[in-house]
């Protein structure tokens, strides 16, 4: 899963993974964070995801981290958006008025970075990683973040056997193992659906810091 996989997706427009409207399910769990309007949310591995949009309109400063310079280009010309030039020694990307999109790489995002930020929303990030970078992952967001903000992360399970990822299979006892250490993990929906032949099942996980900020 190196730079170029991910380039080569984005620059073929080979994005099913890329989802055209708000997600249905951020705008019915999203409420049960309790995060207060004008938080900051991170949202890493973004994409032009209109999720974004939709937390900025929620009176949410968004934070986005996106490896593709052509999916952040894309995501300002589909919504009319003017951003300018991200001043970063570590990013490129576009600051507009309460978004911040960076593009680069996520593991370089630091704490500075993220001063200001009270929730992440990770809907096709932690499911885009092979395994091996899971575990990175989740001790990464905890080192920026201090896992002393709430998270909602949607994940998909299914028989990894049938179908190479992305997006991963993540069973509910992988990410207890990730997250558990530093949060209480609630599951606030889960359903099962045909994915390509494959039966595969969605879940909404709510994670409370257990030592909050």
């Known amino acids: 899963m190196k730079a170029d996989f991910w380039h080569r997706k984005w620059a073929r427009d080979e994005i099913g993974f890329h989802q055209p409207g708000v997600n249905a399910l951020l705008k019915t769990y999203w409420p049960t964070l309790g995060v207060a309007q004008g938080a900051a949310v991170l949202v890493p591995l973004c994409g032009k995801s209109q999720d ?23 995501f300002l010309t589909e919504n009319d958006l003017n951003g300018r030039p ?17 593009c680069g790489d996520f593991f370089h995002l630091c704490a500075d970075d993220c001063e200001g930020v009270q929730a992440v929303y990770d809907r096709a990030a932690l499911v885009a990683l092979p395994p091996e970078m899971r575990r990175r992952y989740a ?24 179908k ?28 099962t659906f045909e994915r390509k032949g494959v039966s595969t099942t969605e879940t909404v996980y709510r994670l409370t810091p257990l030592n909050p900020a």
């Open 86 to 102: 991200a001043q970063h020694d570590r990013f490129c990307g576009y600051e507009l008025d309460d978004m911040t999109l960076f």
């Open 139 to 162: 001790e990464h967001m905890t080192a920026i973040l201090g896992a002393t903000v709430p998270m909602l992360l949607i994940g998909l399970e299914y028989d990894q056997t049938l």
């Open 164 to 191: 190479a990822g992305p997006p991963f299979s993540v069973p509910e006892s992988e990410i207890r193992d990730l997250f558990g250490d530093h949060y209480q993990i609630e599951v606030l929906h889960s359903e």
């Open 52 to 74: 974004m949009v939709w937390l900025h309109a929620a009176g949410h400063p968004v934070l986005g981290v996106e490896l593709s310079e052509k999916a952040l280009a894309d």
